[in-house]
C-alpha cells in the first residue's frame, strides 16, 4: 500500500488549479446529462480558455460536443483567422451559423441604432441554430464579473423554448451537484468559468501558454475617436462617419467582440506579462469597451432575457 | 430600509491608489489561495458597505462602474452616490432596494482570490442562503453593534453551523456609533458565545468594526487601541484552510468515461471526475463501487498530461490496471476505506420551494455524480431555526423550512455523513414534474 508519504501542504491547489478544476468538472457534467451540447466559440479569449479547458476535459478523447461560431459578419479578421488555425489544429468539428443568412432570410433585422451593431440580430440566428442542431446545452465563455446582471446568474441557466432567462425563477445551486434535468425544446447556457476574473483568464493564459489572437497584443492600427472611445475603422460598414478623423495608433483590445462595437485602448503592452500589469492597474471595467452595453443600465439583463447570453 | 449612516459614499473611501499594496508581481498572483466565504444580513447591517469597501478598497470596482452607480443614484433622487447599487444586479432589486438573490462577487489581494457569496439576510431568503453556504469555506456575520444579536444573527449562526461551514468570523459592526466601546463588544462576544455554544462551529472569531469609516476592515483600527486581534481583510488573508479538506478517506465519483476513439490511444480508458476527498496515488489499490471490483491505479492525468497523484478538488482522470466495468455514478475508493452504502438515509433538508415537500411523494435526487429515485418516508421534525425548537407534529416542510427526513432510493447510494464529507453527505432533490431543485440534503447516516 502507498499511502500519502507527502506532508498535506504538499497538496495545495492554487486558486487558477481551482478555477480550473471547477470548469472541468461543469464540462463533464454537461456532457454527461446532456445529448446534444454545443461550445459557443468567437475566436476572442474567453472562448479559447473554454476549449483549453475542454482540452483538460476530455483528452485524449475528442470533445463529445462541436463548437459552434455565431458569425455577426463584423468580425476582426484576425480573430476569424485565429479561429480556423486553432479549429485545424485541435481537430475539432466547427459549425458556423451566420447573422447574414437570418437578415437575408428577414429573420432577424439589423439594428437601426447609432451603430451598425448585430447584437441584437445574434440573438434569433443562435435560437435559429439550437432549433436546427437540437441543441440543449450551450457552453459560454461568459463571467459573473463582467457585468451586474451576470453576478446572479447561474452555472446552468435554463432557458424557455424562446431562449429567455428568467432572473427570479432560477434553480438553487448547491455544492458541486448541478441539475440539468429539462423538457424538449428547452436549453440551457452552461458557464464553467462563471467564477473568474478577467485577471484569471489573462493569468491562466500566461499559465498555460494559450495562443491567442494578435489582436490583443499593442499593435498600430486605424482608429477613429467616436464617444470618447477609439474605435477601429476598416472596409465598409466599418469605415470613418462624416466629420471623423482617421489616425492610426499604438493600440490593443482588452476584449475582442464585433468590429462595430469593441473599441481600443492606447497601450505599449508586447507580452502577456505586460498586459496582466496593464489589467492589475486598470481603472475601467471590461466591458466599459462594449458600447453596446451603455445604452442602458439594465442592457445586458434585457438582452439576456430575450436569449442573448 | 437603508437609514443615513449606512448608506456609503464613495468620497469616504480612501483614495484607491494608495491602497493595500496591490502591486501584483506574475509569480506571486500564480501562487495565491481561493478562499470562498459567504456575507449574510440585510441592508441595515451595513453589509454593502462592508462589500463596497473591500471591494473598492482592493480596487476591483473600476471607474466606469462607479460612473454607472452614480449615474443610477442620481436618477433615483439619492442624496449621495448608494454603493449598494453596484452590488445589486437586476432591475428588481434596484428598483426595489432589496438584494433577492445570491449574488457572487470578486476581488483579490496578493495572497488570495476571494469568492463572496452575498446573501440576503432575511427569513424568506434562507434558501439562498443555504446556497452561498453549501461552497463557503467561511462565514462573515454582521452584527449591529447597536442591536447586539437579534434573531437573525441567531439564524444565520444556525445555517452556518447546519452547512458546516469551517470558519466564522462575527463581524461587531457599526462600532463608531456607540462611541467604540469596549464593554459593549465584549457584551455581544459573550451573548455570541453563549448561544453559540449549542452549535458546532469549532473556529469563530470577533471582529469589532466599522465598515463606514473602515476601522478593522483593512487596517488596524486606531480609534480600538484595547482590540488586538486582526483586521477583517488580514484575518481572511491568513485564515487556514488547508486543513479543511478531507485528506485520509479517498472518494472519487465517476462522472465520465474518457475513452478515445483512436487508434493512438485505443488502450486508454480514463474515468474521469472531481476528487471528493482523500489523496489517490499511482499505484494505489482502488476498488470500485458498486460492483466490489479492486484493481491499481495504473495513471493519472489532466487532459493527458500525467501526474503522481489527485487530491480534493482536483478533476483528473484515472486509469486502472486491470479492465473492470466502471460507469457514471459509481465511486472508486480504497479497499480498507469504503464509505456507506444503503438505501434508507435520514438527511437534514433545507425546503426550497413554494410547493411543500409531501411525505410519500417520489422525488429524483442527484448525489455525487449519481441520480437516483426516492420516496420520503418520515418527517421526523421540523426544527424552529430561530428558536431551534423541533416541532415533531410537523407534516410537511414549507419553502424555506428546515427538517430532519427518512428517504428510501431505488438504488444504494455511496456516501458519507456530511459532518465528514461536504461533497459524499449531500445531495439535492428534485421535482420530476417541474425539473426545480426543491431541496437540498445533508446526509446525517444511514435510518436506524
Not at chain 1, 193 to 198: A, D
Not at chain 2, 9 to 14: E, L, N, V, Y
Not at chain 2, 158 to 178: A, E, Q
Not at chain 2, 372 to 395: G, N, P, Q, T, W
Amino acid at each position: 500500500m502507498t499511502q500519502a508519504a507527502e506532508p498535506i501542504s504538499h497538496y495545495r491547489l492554487t486558486h487558477l488549479k481551482a478555477l480550473e478544476a471547477e470548469a472541468i468538472h461543469i464540462m463533464r457534467e454537461v456532457a454527461a446529462q446532456f445529448e446534444r451540447p454545443a461550445l459557443m466559440f468567437s475566436g476572442g479569449k474567453d472562448s479559447i480558455v473554454m476549449v483549453a479547458l475542454a482540452l483538460k476535459a476530455f483528452r485524449p478523447a475528442k470533445f463529445p460536443f462541436p463548437l459552434l461560431h455565431i458569425d455577426t459578419g463584423h468580425n476582426f479578421p484576425e480573430a476569424l483567422d485565429f479561429r480556423d488555425q486553432l479549429v485545424e489544429k485541435i481537430g475539432e468539428r466547427l459549425i458556423i451559423h451566420k447573422v447574414q443568412d437570418l437578415i437575408d432570410k428577414g429573420m432577424a433585422t439589423e439594428d437601426p441604432g447609432p451603430f451598425p451593431s448585430r447584437n441584437r440580430a445574434q440573438i434569433p440566428t443562435l435560437i435559429n441554430a439550437i432549433e436546427e442542431y437540437r441543441f440543449d446545452a450551450l457552453f459560454g465563455g461568459a463571467r459573473r464579473d463582467e457585468e451586474k446582471a451576470r453576478a446572479k446568474e447561474r452555472i446552468f441557466s435554463f432557458r424557455d423554448e424562446f431562449g429567455q432567462w428568467d432572473p427570479k425563477n432560477q434553480r438553487p445551486e448547491l455544492w458541486n451537484l448541478y441539475n440539468g434535468r429539462h423538457r424538449m425544446g428547452e436549453n440551457i447556457r452552461v458557464f464553467p468559468i462563471s467564477n473568474w476574473t478577467e485577471m484569471d483568464v489573462w493569468q491562466y493564459i500566461m499559465l498555460e501558454q494559450i495562443e491567442i489572437p494578435d489582436l490583443y497584443f499593442s499593435h498600430k492600427r486605424d482608429v477613429v475617436k467616436r464617444m470618447g472611445q477609439w474605435v477601429p475603422v476598416g472596409e465598409a460598414p466599418f469605415g470613418p462617419r462624416d466629420g471623423e478623423e482617421v489616425i492610426n495608433r499604438t493600440v490593443r483590445f482588452r476584449t475582442v467582440g464585433d468590429m462595430s462595437c469593441t473599441a481600443a485602448t492606447d497601450s505599449p503592452a508586447a507580452t502577456l506579462e505586460d498586459i496582466v500589469g496593464e489589467v492589475a492597474a486598470a481603472r475601467a471595467s471590461e466591458r466599459g469597451a462594449r458600447m453596446d452595453d451603455k445604452n442602458s443600465e439594465a442592457a445586458m439583463e434585457d438582452r439576456k432575457k430575450e436569449g442573448y447570453f | 430600509m437603508s437609514t443615513d449612516t449606512d448608506t456609503p459614499t464613495a468620497a469616504r473611501h480612501p483614495d484607491p491608489n494608495a491602497n493595500m499594496g496591490m502591486e501584483f508581481s506574475t509569480d506571486a498572483y500564480l501562487d495565491m489561495d481561493l478562499l470562498r466565504f459567504l456575507t449574510c444580513g440585510s441592508v441595515d447591517d451595513g453589509k454593502s458597505t462592508l462589500i463596497g469597501r473591500l471591494l473598492y478598497d482592493s480596487k476591483s470596482i473600476f471607474e466606469d462602474q462607479l460612473e454607472a452607480a452614480e449615474s443610477a443614484s442620481v436618477g433615483r433622487g439619492d442624496e449621495r452616490m448608494n454603493l449598494a447599487l453596484l452590488t445589486d444586479g437586476l432591475r428588481a432589486e434596484r428598483e426595489q432596494g432589496i438584494t433577492i438573490d445570491v449574488a457572487y462577487r470578486y476581488f483579490a489581494t496578493p495572497k488570495r482570490k476571494f469568492i463572496i457569496a452575498d446573501c440576503p439576510g432575511h427569513v424568506q431568503y434562507t434558501r439562498n442562503m443555504v446556497t452561498g453556504a453549501s461552497t463557503a469555506n467561511l462565514a462573515l456575520i454582521l452584527i449591529d453593534a447597536r442591536h447586539g444579536v437579534i434573531e437573525q444573527t441567531r439564524r444565520h449562526s444556525f445555517i452556518t453551523s447546519l452547512l458546516r461551514i469551517p470558519h466564522l468570523v462575527v463581524c461587531v459592526n457599526k462600532m463608531d456609533l456607540v462611541d467604540w466601546d469596549k464593554d459593549t463588544y465584549e457584551k455581544i462576544r459573550d451573548d455570541f458565545e453563549e448561544f453559540a455554544a449549542r452549535f458546532e462551529i469549532n473556529d469563530i472569531t470577533f471582529i469589532p468594526m466599522s465598515a463606514l469609516t473602515g476601522d478593522n476592515v483593512v487596517n488596524r483600527s486606531a480609534n480600538m487601541d484595547w482590540y488586538q486581534g486582526p483586521s477583517l481583510l488580514h484575518h481572511l488573508e491568513n485564515v487556514h484552510i488547508a486543513g479543511d479538506r478531507d485528506m485520509i478517506d479517498p472518494r472519487f465519483p465517476v462522472q465520465w468515461v474518457v475513452r478515445p476513439q483512436s487508434d493512438e490511444f485505443h488502450d486508454y480508458r480514463g474515468y474521469g471526475g472531481q476528487v471528493a476527498s482523500g489523496v489517490f496515488q499511482k499505484g494505489d489499490e482502488v476498488v470500485a463501487l458498486p460492483s466490489g471490483m479492486e484493481s491499481k491505479i495504473k495513471s493519472i492525468d489532466i487532459g493527458g498530461k500525467e501526474q503522481q497523484s489527485a487530491f480534493p478538488p482536483q478533476s483528473v482522470s484515472i486509469q486502472l490496471e486491470d479492465d473492470i466495468d466502471i460507469s457514471r455514478g459509481d465511486m472508486l475508493c480504497r479497499p480498507n476505506n469504503k464509505p456507506q452504502s444503503g438505501q434508507d438515509i435520514d438527511a437534514m433538508v433545507v425546503w426550497m420551494t413554494d410547493q411543500p415537500m409531501v411525505v410519500g411523494k417520489k422525488y429524483t435526487i442527484r448525489h455525487t455524480s449519481n441520480e437516483a429515485r426516492c420516496i420520503v418516508k418520515e418527517l421526523h421534525y421540523r426544527m424552529d431555526i430561530e428558536s431551534l425548537h423541533r416541532d415533531e407534529s410537523a407534516e410537511n416542510l414549507s419553502l424555506n423550512e428546515i427538517g430532519r427526513i427518512s428517504i428510501r432510493t431505488t438504488k444504494p447510494l455511496f456516501f458519507d455523513p456530511y459532518r465528514q464529507c461536504r461533497i459524499t453527505g449531500s445531495f439535492i432533490i428534485v421535482d420530476e414534474q417541474t425539473n426545480n431543485t426543491v431541496g437540498a440534503a445533508m446526509i446525517i447516516g444511514e435510518t436506524k
